[in-house]
């Protein structure tokens, strides 16, 4: 018999574990090195807005793309009321694939690195946008991305001060906790968006609340200050106030899915926007001018998730994570699919576990198999 191709299959536990036997630090590197090379890559993309499926509690989508040798999506979700059913708001799992079989290459959790990848993209944006020697970043919404940013943005901007908001006086306890032992690092609780905002360059928005929120207003932001908005992700779910955006440098991902989904969907279609890989790309300034308000209003886009599927590919690999499933059957005769699930029933039944699913199938079926 040929060997059959196999899928590597990584649960949630076994990209953790890859993650921290690399190091959090170098992931996160890593991972901002091949969000950023695929950014550069832009034009070669065959892109599309996510595909969007809305209840009154939350969002669950399906975010594709290809480069044209391999292709990739994510599923995730957003429910920010998850947390009373002991879930997170969101959750994820992706799959790459080569273009020139279709096989399925990887399928693994992408809840953790969603986070990672976010803060990889967070910190890429706010290094190019910013004021050169910012280090003090506000960070409104102490959730499950915020301990990913604040490291993101320690390590690739030297992000030294982070004071902390959040409505939920536990969720900022629990990201003091986490952080208490990165060297080199202090995070103050805030008493209230206000005193959080105090000194910062910086501001990063993560809340969740499926309503048009006002989590900063206009007059609250002084000049030369970076605000990377990524709560705001949905239509009829945004962070800031518009009249703000109207005075800003805004920066988005893809601009046909950011507004539909981000905080431009607040302004008529012809408000202008820059897309990130023209920033990284150099072909234009982060900011004109050090006293501009600049926004990097980010919804997350599947060019991230292809970097991060491509990353952990290849991580695992060399690091022999994950194991090998086989996610899709491919019969020794390829067209002789009939066969093959006579055979797979036959190695069951061989094996003595395969009466129920037997008698199941054929009941189910209407049909007797031979
Ligand atoms: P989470 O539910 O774990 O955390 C959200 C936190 O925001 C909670 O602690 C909540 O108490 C707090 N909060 C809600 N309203 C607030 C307010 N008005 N002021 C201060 N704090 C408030 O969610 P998460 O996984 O950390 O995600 C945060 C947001 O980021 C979500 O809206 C999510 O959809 C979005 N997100 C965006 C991207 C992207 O690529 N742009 C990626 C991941 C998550």
Excluded at 90 to 115: R, S
Excluded at 148 to 176: C, E, I, K, N, Y
Excluded at 177 to 196: E, Q
Excluded at 273 to 289: C, F, H, S, T
Aim: hydrophobic share 50%.
């Amino acid at each position: 018999m040929k060997a059959v191709p196999m899928t590597r299959f990584l649960d949630a536990t076994d990209v953790a574990m890859l993650v921290r036997r690399i190091g959090l630090g170098t992931a996160l590197q890593q991972l901002a090195s091949c969000v950023r090379q695929d950014f550069l890559r832009w034009p070669r993309f065959e892109k599309a807005a996510r595909v969007a499926s809305h209840s009154p509690v939350g969002v669950i989508e399906l975010m594709p793309v290809t480069d044209g040798a391999q292709y990739a999506f994510k599923y995730v979700n957003g429910h920010p009321h998850n947390a009373m059913a002991a879930m997170p708001t969101v959750m994820a799992f992706g799959v790459l694939a080569e273009v020139c079989t279709g096989f399925p290459l990887l399928l693994a959790d992408l809840t953790l690195l969603t986070a990672l990848r976010t803060a990889a993209t967070s910190a890429l944006a706010a290094r190019a946008m910013a004021v050169p020697g910012a280090d003090t970043m506000a960070l409104i919404g102490n959730g499950a991305q915020a301990e990913f940013q604040v490291l993101a943005f320690l390590q690739m901007l030297g992000v030294r001060h982070v004071r902390a908001f959040d409505v939920d006086g536990g969720a900022t306890a629990r990201l003091r906790r986490n952080l208490a032992h990165v060297p080199g690092l202090t995070v103050t609780a805030a008493t209230s968006i206000d005193d959080a905002l105090q000194g910062a360059q910086l501001i990063t928005t993560a809340t969740a609340d499926k309503t048009r929120a006002t989590v900063l207003r206009d007059g609250q932001i002084g000049a030369g200050v970076h605000i990377n908005a990524l709560g705001g992700d949905c239509p009829g779910k945004t962070e800031l106030d518009a009249a703000l955006l109207r005075r800003a440098r805004v920066v988005v991902e893809y601009e046909p899915q950011t507004r539909i989904e981000g905080e431009i969907q607040q302004l008529p279609p012809a408000f202008p926007v820059i897309e990130l890989w023209r920033i990284l790309a150099q072909e234009q300034p982060g900011r004109l001018d050090a006293a501009d308000v600049t926004v990097f209003d980010s919804v997350g886009f599947a060019l991230e998730d292809y970097a991060a599927l491509r990353w952990l590919h290849a991580a695992a690999c060399e690091h022999h994570a994950g194991r090998h499933v086989e996610l899709v059957a491919i019969p020794e005769a390829p067209a002789d699919l009939y066969g093959w699930m006579l055979q797979a029933e036959q190695g069951e039944a061989e094996g003595g576990q395969a009466q129920g699913l037997l008698a199941a199938g054929k009941a189910g079926l209407g049909m007797a198999v031979a």
